[in-house]
């Protein structure tokens, strides 16, 4: 395909996005595959993208969204790989089985926002603001949450191998099940926490904490 198709395309998918005519989720999800391989669209759509908006299954690869309003909006689905999401407001966003990887959500909020089954592998969420968020069934393998705020979140099954969580605070969430392995809590918040059956082999865990009473399985 030409360059200037796909830059045709990309343009039409971004003007469906931010208001144009609904499209099936069979029909997205198949322009989406298209246009996986085709590289990122680069397009500033900042004030674009609306809060209480649903964007479900769109393409917003590498789209920059910094400091925007999305709260409650949905993003079911959406493809949001490299996207700039730095300082966003995603308050109750439903961003569901989105994909999120390699996504910058620094000091984004995400409070009680839906993430289930997200891909969110190396994403940078350092200071995000995760409290009451659920992230069951999420991947955040490698991703940076330094000094996130994750307090009551859900992360049963979450996938957390190698994530950065020095700093961040866990107080009350709900890790049973989750995989932390070789993951980074050094001076993490466990408090009240949850780590039922979690996988912790490999993990740097926070000084003072009691592995063996949590009911974490491979403590060290």
Same mark, same amino acid.
Request: hydrophobic share 45%; glycine share 8%; proline share 1%.
């Given at each position: 395909?030409? &360059?200037?198709?796909?830059?045709?395309?990309?343009?039409?998918?971004?003007?469906?996005?931010?208001?144009?005519?609904? *499209?099936?989720?069979?029909?997205?999800?198949?322009? *989406?595959?298209?246009?996986?391989?085709?590289?990122?669209?680069? &397009?500033? =759509?900042?004030?674009?993208?609306?809060?209480?908006?649903?964007?479900?299954?769109?393409?917003?690869?590498?789209?920059?969204?910094?400091?925007?309003?999305?709260?409650?909006?949905?993003?079911?689905? @959406?493809?949001?790989?490299?996207?700039?999401?730095?300082?966003?407001?995603?308050?109750?966003?439903? =961003? @569901?089985?989105?994909? $999120? &990887?390699?996504?910058? =959500?620094? *000091?984004?909020?995400?409070?009680?926002?839906?993430?289930?089954?997200?891909?969110?592998?190396?994403?940078? $969420?350092?200071?995000?603001?995760?409290?009451?968020?659920?992230? &069951?069934?999420?991947?955040?393998?490698?991703?940076?949450?330094?000094?996130?705020?994750?307090? *009551?979140?859900?992360?049963?099954?979450?996938?957390?191998?190698?994530?950065?969580?020095?700093?961040?605070?866990?107080?009350?969430?709900?890790?049973?099940?989750?995989?932390?392995?070789?993951?980074?809590?050094?001076?993490?918040?466990?408090?009240?926490?949850?780590?039922?059956?979690?996988?912790?082999?490999?993990?740097? =865990?926070?000084?003072?904490?009691?592995?063996?009473?949590?009911?974490?399985?491979?403590?060290?």
């Amino acid at each position: 395909m030409k &360059r200037s198709r796909v830059s045709t395309l990309v343009l039409v998918l971004v003007l469906s996005a931010c208001g144009g005519s609904e *499209n099936s989720a069979d029909t997205t999800r198949t322009k *989406n595959a298209a246009l996986s391989d085709q590289g990122c669209m680069r &397009r500033d =759509l900042s004030g674009v993208v609306n809060s209480n908006s649903d964007y479900s299954f769109k393409y917003f690869a590498c789209a920059v969204m910094h400091d925007s309003n999305l709260r409650e909006s949905n993003f079911e689905g @959406a493809f949001l790989t490299d996207a700039n999401l730095y300082g966003a407001n995603l308050t109750s966003a439903n =961003l @569901a089985a989105a994909d $999120l &990887r390699g996504a910058d =959500l620094t *000091n984004a909020d995400l409070t009680s926002a839906v993430l289930t089954n997200a891909n969110l592998a190396a994403a940078s $969420l350092t200071g995000a603001n995760l409290a009451a968020a659920d992230l &069951r069934g999420a991947d955040l393998t490698n991703a940076d949450l330094r000094g996130a705020d994750l307090t *009551n979140a859900d992360l049963r099954g979450a996938v957390l191998a190698a994530a950065d969580l020095r700093g961040a605070d866990l107080a009350g969430a709900n890790l049973t099940s989750a995989f932390l392995y070789r993951a980074n809590l050094t001076a993490a918040n466990l408090a009240a926490a949850s780590l039922t059956g979690a996988r912790v082999a490999g993990a740097i =865990l926070p000084s003072g904490f009691d592995c063996g009473a949590s009911g974490a399985i491979g403590c060290p």
